[in-house]
């Protein structure tokens, strides 16, 4: 069974600091690891992608991961009030000729001014 | 501009009428993607479809179908069978990963729909 876990949230955070949001994956074979960021009513726009083991920074954002331990994190620096948003956990994996995107539920993350 | 446009952005459907949500792409991609997606929860998938004349049922198929008869275009159709279709749905693509691909999905801006 293919599982991507997020905590729910809501995660708050005052403005300026650190958001540090989890993800848990359940398939070995997974080989690439999104993070998305959805407004409300709006379409998930991509923040990250992240392949290999270690870290990835990209502006105020870091990718971290660790497929030893199947776990994900993204980190938001300096976190705005416009960071408040739903962020999308999603794995993928590469079965027969096609690819298959998992996602996770979701965190909620609110900054508060 | 490339990218995906679904339509309409907004339906409503009386009990018993099947409806067709469309997407299209222009980003010469070759997979295409139908996710639903319900309040508060993630993105679950519908069908995928990685060539032209070809498709796979995701993990909610049930009462819906879909073609691929064009490589830009990707009809989604919730039919009557369809027990619970009030929900946000959602076309993406991607050209696959591998060289200079990111592997990554793009999204249309999502077709609402609503059941009276």
């Known amino acids: 069974q293919k599982e991507v876990e997020q905590n729910s949230g809501p995660l708050s955070v005052p403005e300026g600091a650190i958001a540090s949001l989890n993800c848990t994956y359940s398939?070995?074979?997974?080989?690439?690891f999104f993070w998305y960021r959805q407004y409300s009513g709006k379409s998930p726009e991509l923040i990250m992608f992240i392949y290999s083991n270690g870290d990835k920074e990209d502006g105020r954002f870091t990718a971290q991961l660790n497929k030893a331990s199947q776990y994900v994190s993204l980190l938001i620096r300096d976190s705005q009030p416009s960071d408040s948003a739903t962020y999308l956990c999603?794995?993928?994996?590469?079965?027969?000729?096609?690819?298959?995107?998992?996602f996770g539920p979701g965190t909620r993350l609110s900054v508060l001014p | 501009d490339g990218g995906i446009t679904q339509s309409p952005k907004y339906l409503f459907r009386k009990e018993g009428q099947n409806v067709t949500l469309s997407c299209e792409q222009n980003l010469n991609h070759d997979a295409m993607y139908w996710y639903r997606q319900d309040p508060g929860q993630g993105l679950r998938l519908i069908y995928y479809s990685q060539i032209v004349n070809d498709f796979q049922k995701g993990d909610i198929a049930e009462g819906y179908s879909v073609s691929r008869e064009k490589k830009e275009s990707f009809p989604l159709t919730v039919t009557s069978a369809q027990k619970n279709p009030t929900a946000f749905y959602l076309c993406a693509s991607s050209m696959g990963s591998g060289g200079a691909n990111t592997g990554e999905l793009f999204f249309g801006e999502g077709s609402r729909l609503t059941v009276l």
């Open positions: 398939d070995r074979g997974s080989q690439s």
């Open positions: 999603a794995v993928n994996s590469e079965r027969n000729y096609g690819q298959n995107f998992v």
